[in-house]
């Protein structure tokens, strides 16, 4: 039996905090890191977060709820978001891509929870649709994070020194 609407007001009120957690993560990243792919990357994915959480607003006003009421995580610190600050703070961009990643994995089980649940048709539509974004978010962002790791762990380039002998030796 489908769930009572206040128990889906609550589960989509969980959901906005989550898009709330992706949409200031993804801005604060997008400020924060020098790489151009990354920063587009971050930069590029905010409005469609930004429309997902419009979206579930909207429903939780459909369903006769308050989206400003937060469900089961009052208070709490998002826990995927939770050392972004840590990271920016460091300027470490490869830590930064790490947290984008966890927090886009812990998303990514907030929907997975969600869709468990018994859920009406409409607003499972919904769900439906907006982890299947979430999922892409964290491809992109696990793909940037194993271009970050690939590039650090790549040996830079040497050059041997001249000497007047290499200078007059033809290439080989």
């Not at 989550?18 to 993804?26: A, R, V």
């Not at 909207?58 to 709820?65: C, D, K, P, S």
Request: hydrophobic share 35%; with cysteine; glycine share 6%.
């Amino acid at each position: 039996m489908p769930l009572k609407n206040p128990e889906v007001v609550s589960i989509l009120n969980e959901l906005i905090e989550t898009c709330e957690n992706g949409i200031q993560g993804f801005k604060t990243a997008s400020e924060s890191v020098e790489n151009p792919s990354a920063k587009a990357l971050f930069a590029s994915r905010l409005p469609n977060i930004v429309r997902g959480e419009s979206e579930l607003k909207a429903e939780v006003r459909r369903l006769g709820g308050d989206p400003d009421q937060r469900g089961t995580i009052v208070g709490a610190i998002h826990r995927g978001w939770i050392d972004l600050k840590a990271a920016v703070t460091g300027k470490n961009e490869e830590a930064i891509v790490m947290e984008c990643e966890r927090g886009e994995e812990h998303a990514a089980h907030v929907y997975e929870d969600a869709l468990q649940k018994d859920l009406p048709l409409d607003t499972r539509a919904i769900i439906e649709r907006q982890y299947r974004g979430v999922v892409e978010n964290l491809e992109r962002v696990r793909a940037l994070s194993k271009d970050s790791s690939a590039e650090a762990t790549r040996p830079a380039a040497t050059t041997a020194p001249r000497t007047p002998e290499s200078e007059s030796r033809p290439p080989a």
